[in-house]
């Protein structure tokens, strides 16, 4: 595909083509541009249409080219995409026996837009690699030619997953097509799969999750992650994040939340949510005052208690002694109101038994 710029003194634009081929035309409002013009032209020449007037021809860029390729559904768009590619910290490197493989996990392909960003991210350690292409046009898994980094890209949606394909394809000639392969089904499914093939051995570097129901895999996607492996879920509401949050303490599973941030219009850099469990201060002194009827000196740990309690009426996790009570705080840690925009979790695996096993407590 070939960007063109469309600048008069009534209209200025720029407008994607499809892929060039001979005999080809694009139809315009400023007349028709054949394809044949553009092809063996260099990025910003000039090309004249049908009407006469003159468009300026370029590469375009990974953002123009998420803003413009045809959608089925709706884009993560380049600024979050770039933010959520920082937090999953890739270190790409060349082939090298001491180097980890870089094996990530893209649950929720949608229109293929961070699937692109992703790609980007791991592709410098894939720079000299040798690649075989089988049949299903996929680049050979992990082959001995050196390939060090693969994105796997999971969707429930066949017709989803095709059309996020054509957009990776027709970017840059399919430059990154080689770093990806495309699931098709069920995340938790594939993992299984995965799992059963490899032994049970983890084998996920980084995970994503882009899904309405993100906290369903979530105990999945974690058993598959390699300690210090970096999880991270995106999703329009909050509430769905304190689902994932309320999950990972109730199943005791080895993620160390690290941050949550949310991203949207006019944030640079995300802004950072304080997300975390604590009990309320009226339902500490409820319980210590029954405990004190049935134990003596509960009084003195009450008034410790006390000291604890922080200026908004609750009580720190680390501070209480009891499993239950707790309550989920959710704001932002900078203004108190906040609209649009969704929200990033990100959290690291700590040390934890193989696959199948009960997870140990931390």
């Known amino acids: ?39 063996g032209k260099q990025p910003r020449d000039v090309v004249i249409s049908s009407k006469d007037n003159h468009l300026r021809v370029h590469r375009p860029s990974l953002e123009e080219h998420v803003l413009m390729a045809p959608r089925m559904v709706t884009p993560i768009y380049s600024p979050d995409a770039n933010l959520i590619v920082s937090l999953l910290d890739f270190h790409p490197g060349p082939a090298s026996g001491s180097d980890p493989v870089i094996e990530a996990l893209e649950a929720g392909t949608g229109h293929g837009a961070l699937t692109l960003h992703l790609a980007k991210a791991v592709h410098a350690a894939n720079a000299e690699a040798q690649f075989s292409e089988p049949d299903n046009g996929h680049p050979s898994y992990l ?32 430059m990154y097509m080689r770093d990806l392969r495309f699931h098709v089904g ?80 006019a944030m640079t850099g995300g802004r950072v949510w304080d997300i975390r469990f604590v009990k309320p201060r009226a339902l500490t002194n409820v319980l210590n005052q029954t405990k004190s009827v049935a134990r003596s000196g509960e009084n003195d740990r009450a008034a410790d208690n006390e000291d604890r309690v922080n200026s908004k009426g609750f009580i720190h996790e680390s501070s209480a002694n009891e499993d239950e009570g707790y309550e989920l705080v959710c704001r932002p840690k900078a203004g108190d109101r906040i609209s649009g925009g969704g929200f990033v979790a990100l959290w690291s695996k700590n040390r934890t038994r193989k696959y199948g096993q009960q997870y140990e407590e931390r």
Do not use: C
């Open 1 to 39: 595909m070939i960007a063109y710029e469309v600048r008069t003194p009534f209209w200025e634009a720029i407008v994607l083509t499809p892929p060039l081929r001979t005999k080809g035309k694009t139809y315009t409002r400023l007349g028709d541009i054949a394809h044949d013009a553009i092809i």
């Open 143 to 174: 082959t001995k030619g050196g390939l060090r980094a693969v994105i796997h890209t999971v969707e429930v949606s066949q017709k989803h997953s095709e059309h996020a394909m054509k957009v990776v394809r027709t970017f840059r000639r399919g």
């Open 186 to 265: 069920d995340v938790s499914d594939w993992i299984d799969r995965q799992m059963s093939t490899r032994g049970a051995d983890p084998f996920l570097t980084h995970a994503l999750l882009d899904l309405p129901s993100s906290h369903t895999h979530l105990e999945k996607v974690t058993f598959a992650l390699h300690v210090d492996g970096k999880l991270l879920i995106f999703n329009p509401s909050i509430t769905q994040i304190n689902k994932a949050i309320e999950l990972v303490r109730s199943r005791r599973l080895p993620l160390q939340l690290e941050r949550v941030v949310e991203v949207g219009p």
